[in-house]
Antibody, heavy 119, light 105 residues
Framework: EVQLVESGGGLVQPGRSLKLSCVAS????????MNWIRQAPGKGLEWVAY????????YYAETVKGRFTISRDNAKNTLYLQMTSLRSEDTALYYC????????????WGQGTLVTVSS | DTVLTQSPALAVSPGERVTISCRAS??????MHWYQQKPGQQPTLLIY???NLESGVPARFSGSGSGTDFTLTIDPVEADDTATYYC????????FGSGTKLEIK
């Protein structure tokens, strides 16, 4: 059974940093591109970042470019999102999601970890 | 960014057929996908590449369209289909529609 388990969320002050993790199991993690997708409370879905299976290709949404860094450790089956210079508008439930091939759809999602940016 | 427009809400009775539409601001070929999100849960994939049913998803769900106009159809609708449905394009940087909240009367 595919499982994606996020952690690392919490309450953080504006301007501070936070690092999210997503541990994968039930599939060959190193073969799949991975994404972070977020959902502000009561709002829709927003793609945040993508990393290819071997970390060769990395893309960010314009709203987080220069502040967030996506990375992965295939030996540990773990995806990361380092978030710096956090703003109130970054408050959201952050999901990790696996991507199947080059088609660009998100086959599996974790349950999410909540990040709240507030003073 | 490619903007995806969905109607905000629909209400139907069990057993009926419902169509949920998604219009893209530019052509995305068939790089359109559909998700279901029930309250308090993560989204789950229903349809990929416009018309392909994800494994394990009931055949009551189907997708169609290409270019800028896409449709998710549920036939027949069941009470358990109460959820918000999102379209997502992968022609360029992924974007999602704002979601269609489906209420079962």
């Amino acid at each position: 059974e595919v499982q994606l388990v996020e952690s690392g969320g919490g309450l953080v002050q504006p301007g501070r940093s936070l690092k999210l993790s997503c541990v994968a199991s039930g599939f060959t993690f190193s073969n799949y591109g991975m994404n972070w997708i977020r959902q502000a409370p009561g709002k829709g879905l927003e793609w945040v970042a993508y990393i290819s299976s071997g970390s060769s290709y990395i893309y960010y949404a314009e709203t987080v470019k220069g502040r967030f860094t996506i990375s992965r450790d295939n030996a540990k089956n773990t995806l990361y999102l380092q978030m710096t210079s956090l703003r109130s508008e970054d408050t959201a439930l952050y999901y990790c999601a696996s991507q199947t091939g080059s088609g660009g759809w998100f086959a599996y999602w974790g349950q999410g970890t909540l990040v709240t940016v507030s003073s | 960014d490619t903007v995806l427009t969905q109607s905000p809400a629909l209400a139907v009775s069990p057993g009926e057929r419902v169509t949920i539409s998604c219009r893209a601001s530019e052509s995305v070929s068939t790089l359109m996908h559909w998700y279901q999100q029930k309250p308090g849960q993560q989204p789950t994939l229903l349809i990929y590449l416009a018309s392909n049913l994800e494994s394990g998803v009931p055949a009551r769900f189907s997708g169609s369209g290409s270019g800028t106009d896409f449709t998710l159809t549920i036939d027949p609708v069941e009470a358990d289909d109460t959820a918000t449905y999102y379209c997502q394009q992968s022609w360029n940087d992924p974007t999602f529609g704002s979601g269609t909240k489906l209420e079962i009367k």
